[in-house]
Every structure is written in C-alpha cells, then in structure tokens.
T-cell receptor, first 112, second 119 residues
C-alpha cells in the first residue's frame, strides 16, 4: 500500500526566512504533485514532478524530487504572509488509474 | 482552461435524507473523475474513481450503496449520499482527469468542494 508522509505537520515561519518541508512515500511512483489549500477552499495545483532530479520553481516556491530516496521537498524562500496555507503532496499509484495518495499536509503559518 | 465546478457549494440536510452533489468539467472532457472526502484539518481520502459509462470503483471501506456515483457523460459525475447521517458531514471534493490534453501528465483538476452538514 502506498503511504505518503509529510513533515513537519505544522510549521510556523518567520517572514523573510527560508524553510523546507518534506514528503516521503513508500513505493515506486512516476508522478508526484504538490498542492496548496487555503482554509475552506479546494486544492490549487502548484507543481507536478515526473522524474528523478526534477526541480520546478514558481515564485518563492521550489519543489524537487528524488525518486531513489522517494523524497520530495518544497523549499520556501523568504517566506511571506501570503504563503500561509496547508501544502499537500500527492503521489500517483504506479498501477492504478492515476489514483492519488495524499499526505496529511504541512500546515504553514507565516508570522511577521 | 481545465476548470471543474461543483454544485452545490454547501448544503445542510436533515438526517435520513439524500443529497446529490454534481461535479462538472466545464471546458474539457474528463475520462475519469474522482471523489474525495476531507474531514476538518485532515487529508483528502479517495472515496471512488468514476469512469464515464461504467461502474465506479470504490476504495476499501467506502460503502457503495451509501455513496452512489453516476458518471453519465464525459463532463458530469454525481455523488449521492443516501440516508445521510451526521457522521457523513464533511467536505466533498471531486477532481477530473483531462482526456487527451498533451502535457497534462494525467493531472487531476480539482473542483471547489461541497461542504455537507447533516443535522
């Protein structure tokens, strides 16, 4: 069974500083996604990572994937309040009609 | 492009009644739609996978007779919560996989969610 673990589950960030959050998964997969969710809202797609060593950047967020370690990281550069949200990673089951397994999420709060 | 809508956005119903939630892909055809449930401050749990014109595939532990899924067209899937009870109160989110979009990487596009409260 594919399991996805994210840590830390809660992270308080200071504005202007850099942070990294982590996503580990248990079995082989060929796609990993990062999403953002604001309270009471649905998911906003951030990144899709397809191959070992993949790195994608958008604004202050940068995601990377190490398929050998089954690890993805989401790096936040110079955190700002607008980045306060819950970040989910989801991993596609290798054989399974693109069914996704989600982690529990990283709840991020950026404080001045 | 790749917009998914859900209706209603929120619903309150009495215990024992049935509630239907619609999920539509507005500007693309979706071969597959997925239904998720999310409890407060929890992750998304996949309930079922819905393929157009065929029966839905339910995840282990999800009662198919309670959560009826119909995927009648490439742009519409419905989830009916039958005989709803307070423990069914949750945030229900659908997603749709884009058919034939080059570079979509089988990505799922998520609807805005439906908040169900059963009294």
């Amino acid at each position: 069974e594919l399991k996805v673990e994210q840590n830390p589950l809660f992270l308080s960030m200071q504005e202007g500083k850099n942070y990294t959050i982590y996503c580990n998964y248990s079995t082989t997969s060929d796609r990993l996604y990062w999403y953002r969710q604001d309270p009471g809202k649905s998911l906003e797609s951030l990144f899709v990572l397809l191959s070992n060593g993949a790195v994608k950047q958008e604004g202050r967020l940068m995601a990377s994937l190490d398929t050998k370690a089954r690890l993805s990281t989401l790096h936040i550069t110079a955190a700002v309040h607008d980045l306060s949200a819950t970040y989910f990673c989801a991993v596609a089951r290798y054989y399974g009609n693109n069914r996704l397994a989600f982690g529990k999420g990283n709840q991020v709060v950026v404080i001045p | 492009g790749a917009v998914v809508s859900q209706h209603p956005s929120w619903v309150i119903c009495k215990s024992g009644t049935s509630v239907k939630i619609e999920c539509r892909s507005l500007d693309f055809q979706a071969t597959t739609m997925f239904w998720y449930r999310q409890f407060p401050k929890q992750s998304l749990m996949l309930m079922a996978t819905s393929n157009e014109g065929s029966k839905a595939t339910y995840e282990q532990g999800v009662e198919k007779d309670k959560f009826l899924i119909n995927h009648a067209s490439l742009t519409l899937s419905t989830l009916t919560v039958t005989s709803a009870h307070p423990e069914d109160s949750s945030f229900y989110i659908c997603s749709a996989r884009h058919k034939g979009l080059a570079g979509s990487y089988n990505e799922q596009f998520f609807g805005p969610g439906t908040r169900l409260t059963v009294l």
